[in-house]
């Protein structure tokens, strides 16, 4: 099956697209922006979650999959979900979700906590894009 919603690309570009936010941010707002950082990722979790149950309810079989022209010399960029590695995402996503909330307060004696906000959530969906 085709994602015609890009929920699979939407999982992975949120919490990249979030990171600047949380480095512009994160001197003002402090241990707050772990609040921020955590948006981004909720929303991924509930994506991943989505399609999860979309697999495992009967509504998707096979695969869901994701094509975007990318460099030409190299090939298409190509997302692939499936009910194994959906599982992998799903996991990655929660335990995200949950180490962010975490370092909430385990971080906020730390100087710069916008910096590693911004990298954890560059990390995430790094992750994330890997297992699909």
């Not at 890009?6 to 941010?25: D, E, G, H």
């Amino acid at each position: 099956m085709i994602d015609y919603n890009n929920l699979l690309l939407q999982s992975i570009v949120v919490p990249i697209a979030f990171s600047p936010i949380c480095l512009a941010i994160g001197k003002t707002y402090r241990k707050n922006t772990g609040w921020i950082a955590f948006i981004p990722l909720l929303y991924s979790l509930s994506v991943l979650t989505y399609i999860a149950y979309s697999f495992f309810n009967g509504s998707v079989s096979g695969t869901l999959s994701a094509s975007y022209a990318w460099v030409p010399a190299i090939g298409d960029f190509v997302l692939l979900a499936d009910g194994i590695n959906i599982l992998v995402a799903v996991t990655i996503a929660l335990l995200s979700c949950l180490i962010v909330i975490y370092s909430i307060a385990y971080m906020e004696h730390e100087e710069n906590l916008g910096a590693y906000f911004a990298l954890y959530l560059l990390y995430s969906g790094s992750m994330i894009g890997a297992v699909l």
